[in-house]
C-alpha cells in the first residue's frame, strides 16, 4: 500500500456528534463536526433520536470535510471509522456508510477504536508538530462514559491501569449540574461558574477506592443531600451560591483525579501525562493538571480544544498509523457497543 502522499477520510459518530474529516499523513485538511441540539430537551442523549439525526447528517457533512480539504474522493487512500465503544444506533450509521464507501472506492477500510483515538490525538500534526508523547506514558482518559488511567507503550500496547467502578466522570459533572438545576449539557457549565467562583466554601468528600480504580457515585449522592438540606434552610440557597458550589465540585472531582495520577505515576515511575476526552477541555481539569507539572516535574500534553471532544480527525490519525501497518478491516467487520481501549 506504497502511495506518495496518504490521504485518510475519517467518519466519528459515536454518540450524539456526526463528524468527518480529512488528514494527510498526520497533518488535519478539514475536521467538520455536527452537533446535535435535539437532546438538550430531552436533559440527555436519546439514542434513536441520535442515530436519525446521524442519517440526516453523514452524506453532507463528509461532503463539506472533502470540499474543505479541497480533496476528490478518488484521491483517499482510505476509509477510517469507529467501530466502537459507544452507541449502538449511532455507531451502525458510521460504520455502514464507511463500509460502503470503501467498497465503491475500492480502497481500504480502516476500523478504529474511539478512546485509542482520544489518546492518540496528541499526536496530530499541528504547527510542524506531530511527534507527541514519548513512550512509555500515562493517559487519562476523561469523558462522559469513561474515566480511565491507561499506560500508553506505543501506538497500539495500551493497557488500563485503573477506571471508574461506577459513573465516569463526566456523567459526575453533568449529573451535579442538574441537581443544581442546569441545563444539559451541565458539565461546561459547572466549569464556568467554577471559574468564577471560591473553590473552598464547601467541601465534600472524596471516595477511597484502593488501587488505580475511581468511583463517582458516592460523590453525586453527597452533593444531592447537600442541596437537600441546603434548599431544606433556604430554598434560594442554590440561587444565592451557584458559582461557589461549582467551584466546590469541580475542585473535589479534580482532586480525585490527579490524586490517582499522582500513584499511578509513583508505581510506575513515568512522568509523561497526557489527558483526552470530552472532559479534558475542562478548565479546571487543566489547571491542575498544569500545576502538578510544576509540582511533581511532569511533562503534561493537553490537546487542543477542538480535539478534545468528538471528531473525526482522532479517528483519522488512528487510521494513518494503522494503514503504515497495512492493519485493514474487511467488509464483515461491524460496529461494537463495547470496545475495550486495550483489544
Known amino acids: 500500500m506504497k502511495r506518495e502522499k496518504i490521504n485518510i477520510l475519517a467518519i466519528e459518530s459515536s454518540c450524539d456528534d456526526t463528524s468527518a474529516a480529512v488528514l494527510r499523513g498526520k497533518e488535519v485538511l478539514s475536521n467538520v463536526v455536527a452537533t446535535q441540539k435535539i437532546h438538550e430537551e430531552y436533559g440527555g442523549v436519546v439514542p434513536e433520536l441520535a442515530s436519525r ?34 452507541l449502538m444506533g449511532s ?39 506531530g511527534d507527541g508523547p514519548q513512550f512509555p506514558f500515562l493517559a487519562l482518559t476523561i469523558s462522559g462514559g469513561h474515566t480511565q488511567i491507561v499506560l500508553v507503550r506505543d501506538y497500539f500496547d495500551m493497557e488500563i491501569l485503573g477506571e471508574t467502578l461506577d459513573d465516569a466522570v463526566g456523567e459526575a459533572f453533568d449529573k451535579s449540574a442538574k441537581l443544581l438545576g442546569l441545563p444539559y449539557p451541565g458539565g461546561p457549565l459547572v466549569d464556568k461558574y467554577a471559574r468564577q467562583g471560591n473553590p473552598d466554601v464547601f467541601s465534600f468528600p472524596k471516595p477511597k477506592v484502593k488501587g488505580l480504580d475511581f468511583s463517582f457515585s458516592g460523590l453525586k449522592t453527597s452533593i444531592l443531600y447537600f442541596v437537600q438540606r441546603e434548599t431544606a434552610k433556604d430554598p434560594d440557597f ?9 467551584a466546590s465540585i469541580q475542585k473535589t472531582i479534580t482532586g480525585i483525579l490527579v490524586d490517582k495520577l499522582k500513584k499511578a505515576s509513583k508505581q510506575t515511575g513515568i512522568d509523561r501525562i497526557a489527558i483526552g476526552g470530552g472532559v479534558s477541555a475542562n478548565s479546571g481539569i487543566r489547571k491542575a493538571l498544569q500545576q502538578a507539572e510544576k509540582d511533581e516535574g511532569w511533562t503534561t500534553y493537553i ?16 487510521g494513518y498509523f494503522k494503514y503504515l501497518e497495512g492493519s485493514f478491516a474487511d467488509q464483515a467487520v461491524s460496529a461494537k457497543a463495547r470496545y475495550g481501549i486495550d483489544g
Open 91 to 129: 455507531l451502525l450509521v458510521g460504520t455502514s456508510f464507511a463500509k460502503s464507501l470503501a467498497m465503491g472506492l475500492s480502497v481500504p477500510l480502516i476500523e478504529v477504536n474511539h478512546m485509542q483515538a482520544h489518546i492518540l490525538a496528541h499526536f496530530i500534526a499541528e504547527d510542524g508538530d
Open 53 to 86: 439525526a446521524h442519517q440526516q447528517h453523514i452524506v453532507p457533512v463528509v461532503h463539506q470535510a472533502l470540499a474543505k480539504a479541497n480533496m476528490d474522493k478518488r484521491e483517499l487512500s482510505a476509509i477510517a471509522f469507529t467501530r466502537g465503544p459507544g
Open 303 to 318: 490537546p487542543k480544544f477542538e480535539y478534545c471532544t468528538d471528531n473525526a480527525a482522532m479517528i483519522g490519525i488512528v
Open 238 to 246: 442554590i440561587k444565592k451560591n451557584l458559582k461557589d458550589i461549582c
